[in-house]
């Protein structure tokens, strides 16, 4: 199958301060999604990003199809950011995911 | 809407025992997911279906089963639980289209098996 690494696997933020996450993958994909996953444990899509870029409000996305990586950036964090942040890559319905980063964003 | 429901969203089994989690979705999505999540292993896919009466393996099918009921509902059954099956449990649905196929979860089920 699609091997999914993120990095970093922890990263601790003060408020206010930007971050970028990053997701490589061993083959060529035609759905890439991000997640964020709460404290609480609800999953929640954040993008849908097989290439290209995208922005929802200080979250943004770029996806490098060629060269297999995605980035996710989050700025001007807040405490609300904290969870984990997971990338899902595959082809068509089956998707893998990369074992997440933690993020704690500190106030 | 109510989105994805799963229920129950605790339960512990003894090794051998049976159970069904039960999902349902009420956006009239075409495909449903059933995954797992073990700590520091991400989500791996039990099965899934494309749509109403097909179901498919996938990564981890080993020692469960699937009913894709109707359009709305597709529940995933232990027969004989084993401790392995230890784990937070995932329903999504998606409606695969031309432009996205994003994935939307359930709150999860939390099954301990002693």
């Known amino acids: 199958g699609i091997q999914v690494e993120q990095s970093p696997p922890d990263l601790i933020l003060q408020e206010g301060a930007n971050s970028t996450l990053r997701c490589n993958f061993s083959?060529?994909?035609?759905?890439l999604q991000w997640f964020h996953q709460n404290p609480w444990g609800q999953l929640i899509n954040l993008f849908y990003i097989p290439s290209g870029t995208k922005q929802n409000g200080r979250l943004s996305a770029t996806t490098v199809a060629t060269e297999r990586y995605s980035l996710l950036y989050i700025s001007s964090s807040q405490t609300t950011d904290s969870g984990v942040y997971f990338c899902?890559?595959?082809?068509?319905?089956?998707?893998?995911f990369g074992a997440g980063t933690t993020v704690t964003v500190r106030a | 809407n109510a989105g994805v429901t799963q229920t129950p969203k605790f339960q512990v089994l003894k090794t051998g025992q049976s159970m069904t989690l039960q999902c349902a979705q009420d956006?009239?999505?075409?495909?449903m997911y059933w995954y797992r999540q073990d700590p520091g292993m991400g989500l791996r896919l039990i099965y899934y279906?494309?749509?109403?009466?097909?179901?498919d393996k996938g990564e981890v099918p080993n020692g469960y089963n699937v009913s894709r009921l109707n359009k709305r509902e597709f529940s995933l059954r232990l027969e004989s639980a084993a401790p392995s099956q230890t784990s937070v449990y995932f329903c999504a649905s998606s409606d695969p289209g031309q432009w996205s196929t994003i994935l939307y979860f359930g709150p999860g089920t939390r099954l301990t098996v002693t």
């Open positions: 279906s494309a749509s109403e009466g097909t179901t």
């Open positions: 956006m009239n999505h075409n495909s």
């Open positions: 083959d060529s994909v035609n759905n």
């Open positions: 899902a890559v595959g082809n068509d319905y089956k998707l893998s």
